[in-house]
T-cell receptor, first 109, second 116 residues
């Protein structure tokens, strides 16, 4: 079965420092990968998806099929980036999202 | 707020009681999903509706769980004979037709169930 691994439960960085939230997946085919974010007291929302190849709020993520990774990166962390980040995938043109366990990003001043 | 709404936001119930949660999706969305999230975990898929048809159910959805979407609008999730292991956040999401990779799923704020 497909699986998403986020090895870090908590990542703490200083404002202005680069951020990399790691995500690895296990699936032999070509999944669709997503990053979802949940800010304090807010609902889960889509941040970005790999098929769009877009940068949202300064974040980017590249799908590396060789390493089966989809790490989320931002060159300069901002205080407002503090949130819980979930990596997720969909396989085989299906509809259900499989989520990782999440990484809490804390940006310190 | 025109987003996905869930009711109630919090529910405390005694073990063995039945509970029912409601989800109102975004009005033009014909797809509706239920997820469950326990502490320290990401959301886990439970079931999915296309209009009123329940098209997929997870093995997580035991016989005690039943979901409906009678008119293709709001949905209910009922848990019968609740157990302490049912304590979790129950999330609802909705989207337009098309593959979820192409259409964004919008989540509600969830119903937090505590079984005592």
């Amino acid at each position: 079965a497909q699986r998403v691994t986020q090895p870090e439960k908590l990542l703490s960085v200083f404002k202005g420092a680069p951020v990399e939230l790691k995500c690895n997946y296990s699936y032999s085919g070509s999944p669709e990968l997503f990053w979802y974010v949940q800010y304090s007291r807010q609902r889960l929302q889509l941040l970005l998806r790999h098929i769009s190849r877009e940068s949202i709020k300064g974040f980017t993520a590249d799908l590396n099929k060789g390493e089966t990774s989809f790490h989320l990166k931002k060159p300069f962390a901002q205080e407002e980036d503090s949130a819980m980040y979930y990596c997720a995938l969909i396989i085989g043109g299906g509809n259900k999202l499989t989520f990782g366990t999440g990484t809490q990003l804390k940006v310190e001043l | 707020d025109t987003g996905v709404s869930q009711d109630p936001r919090h529910k405390i119930t005694k073990r063995g009681q039945n509970v029912t949660f409601r989800c109102d999706p975004i009005s033009e969305h014909n797809r509706l999903y239920w997820y469950r999230q326990t502490l320290g975990q990401g959301p886990e898929f439970l079931t999915y509706f296309q209009n009123e048809a329940q098209l997929e159910k997870s093995r997580l959805l035991s016989d005690r769980f039943s979901a409906e979407r009678p008119k293709g609008s709001f949905s209910t999730l009922e848990i019968q004979r609740t157990e302490q292991g049912d304590s979790a956040m129950y999330l609802c999401a909705s989207s337009l037709s098309g593959r979820i990779g192409d259409t964004e799923a919008f989540f509600g704020q969830g119903t937090r169930l505590t079984v005592v």
